[in-house]
T-cell receptor
Framework: GENVEQHPSTLSVQEGDSAVIKCTYS??????FPWYKQELGKRPQLIID?????GEKKDQRIAVTLNKTAKHFSLHITETQPEDSAVYFC??????????FGTGTRLTVIP | DAGVIQSPRHEVTEMGQEVTLRCKPI?????LFWYRQTMMRGLELLIY????????DSGMPEDRFSAKMPNASFSTLKIQPSEPRDSAVYFC??????????????FGEGSRLTVL
């Protein structure tokens, strides 16, 4: 089955700096890679996603890159703000429509 | 649509008791997932259904856990007997994954279970 690894598990940055979270996956048939943000005590919510036919996608301060050959994808947050503090999960969707999540990264943005 | 609805939001029970968690997916979604979230293990997929049929239950921890989906608008996750190590937040999520869909999973608010 699919195995998604995520690093780092915790990340602290100064407000205004950039944050990068990296994930790798094992199943070459996986074709959809979403990122979810989970604030304390709340449900995970989709913030950005990328499909396997695209190498990069950007939405304001958030961008995701995908390297299918190397089987890794990354989340980039620029100009971080305190409200970006949360746990971020990457995920990979297999051909069987099964979504596997990484173990999460706790991002803290220090004002 | 009100989104994915889960109940109860919080449950505190004693070891050995039966626990039933409920989920109503978004209307029209044909995939339903049950996840368990703990600090140690993150988000773990327990089981998922497609058109009310269980597709993959390999994540179900043991025989004490069972899940059903009697119709397209209702699913239950049952733990019998419950143990303290079952304490976690249980999320239900749904989607359709058809060509027009984004692939986004829509999560419920979660059910926080504490087994004493």
């Amino acid at each position: 089955g699919e195995n998604v690894e995520q690093h780092p598990s915790t990340l602290s940055v100064q407000e205004g700096d950039s944050a990068v979270i990296k994930c790798t996956y094992s199943d070459s048939a996986s074709n959809y890679f979403p990122w979810y943000k989970q604030e304390l005590g709340k449900r995970p919510q989709l913030i950005i996603d990328i499909r396997s036919n695209v190498g990069e996608k950007k939405d304001q301060r958030i961008a995701v890159t995908l390297n299918k050959t190397a089987k890794h994808f990354s989340l980039h947050i620029t100009e971080t703000q305190p409200e970006d503090s949360a746990v971020y999960f990457c995920a990979a969707l297999t051909g069987a429509n099964n979504l596997f999540f990484g173990t999460g990264t706790r991002l803290t943005v220090i004002p | 649509d009100a989104g994915v609805i889960q109940s109860p939001r919080h449950e505190v029970t004693e070891m050995g008791q039966e626990v039933t968690l409920r989920c109503k997916p978004i209307s029209g979604h044909d995939y339903l997932f049950w996840y368990r979230q703990t600090m140690m293990r993150g988000l773990e997929l327990l089981i998922y259904f497609n058109n009310n049929v269980p597709i993959d239950d390999s994540g179900m921890p043991e025989d004490r856990f069972s899940a059903k989906m009697p119709n397209a608008s209702f699913s239950t996750l049952k733990i019998q007997p419950s143990e303290p190590r079952d304490s976690a937040v249980y999320f239900c999520a749904s989607n359709t994954f058809d060509r027009e869909a984004t692939g986004e999973l829509f999560f419920g608010e979660g059910s926080r279970l504490t087994v004493l």
